[in-house]
């Protein structure tokens, strides 16, 4: 397997982060992990650091201060194109995403895509358990991002992700602007304005079981302000 790392940040899952990072090293061995803690004060960190000590091939990045998502990947992707590494994956601490599908999504980009991307709404996707006003809300802010950003796929919001190292230099992650799960959308966004190719496939997404989600207003905004201005813009260029 190419030199392939799992990024993972952390914000307050001192619950789930021993149980994700003991499922992700059982899943993919030969691979190596990255936390990326946004300053979480309920010491997530101290657990990744005895994880680690125990299973090895981890490591944890400690954000000097709050950075939100996009900032911790932002800084994640940083060190692990410094290090070498071929392939960068992406995912959830909180069990959302099932480890077990990290070989499958690393395929994707062993077999020549840019990037792999784990999609709820592909024919075998499912998200068991959520209320029905969750999920229209995230089906139809799909729909509405892929919509007016033309964007060739069904999931664009997923963080469960697989990356070739040269495409996330392509699209150049580190100007990106969004703080929240933007994040996903506009790193989506310039890979398709770039021609790369994204292949998605199927996941099942259980939602967390321990800890509170992240998700706010704010966050939600975000997200629709930056797809409505890109949108825009893109129609006004092509005038």
Not at 45 to 60: C, S, W
Not at 104 to 131: F, N
Not at 186 to 208: K, N, W
Request: net charge neutral; with cysteine.
């Amino acid at each position: 397997m190419p030199r392939t790392v799992v990024c993972i940040p952390t914000y307050c899952e001192v619950d789930n982060v021993a149980e994700v990072l003991r499922r992700t090293r059982d899943a993919v061995p030969d691979a190596d992990v990255l936390v990326a803690d946004d300053s979480s004060p309920d010491g997530t960190a101290d657990v990744v650091k005895q994880v680690a000590a125990d299973l090895g091939q981890i490591d944890v990045l400690v954000n000097p201060g709050k950075v939100g998502l996009g900032g911790a990947y932002r800084r994640a992707f940083a060190v692990v194109l410094e290090r070498g590494y071929e392939i960068v994956c992406q995912m959830d601490a909180d069990l959302s995403h099932d480890p077990a599908v990290l070989p499958e999504l690393i395929g994707i980009v062993e077999s020549g895509d840019a990037i792999g991307i784990g999609s709820r709404y592909v024919p075998g996707g499912a998200i068991p358990h959520w209320p029905w006003h969750r999920r229209a809300l995230s089906r139809y802010g799909n729909r509405y991002a892929c919509g007016m950003l033309d964007l060739p796929v069904h999931d664009v919001t997923s963080g469960f992700r697989s990356f070739s190292a040269d495409a996330l230099r392509a699209i150049d992650y580190g100007s990106t602007r969004a703080t929240g799960y933007g994040f996903q959308i506009e790193c989506a966004y310039r890979a398709a304005r770039l021609g790369l190719s994204m292949r998605e496939m199927p996941i099942v997404f259980t939602d967390r079981v321990r800890g509170a989600s992240k998700l706010s207003t704010r966050v939600a905004v975000e997200e629709l302000a930056l797809v409505s201005w890109w949108g825009v813009r893109d129609r006004a260029l092509r005038r």
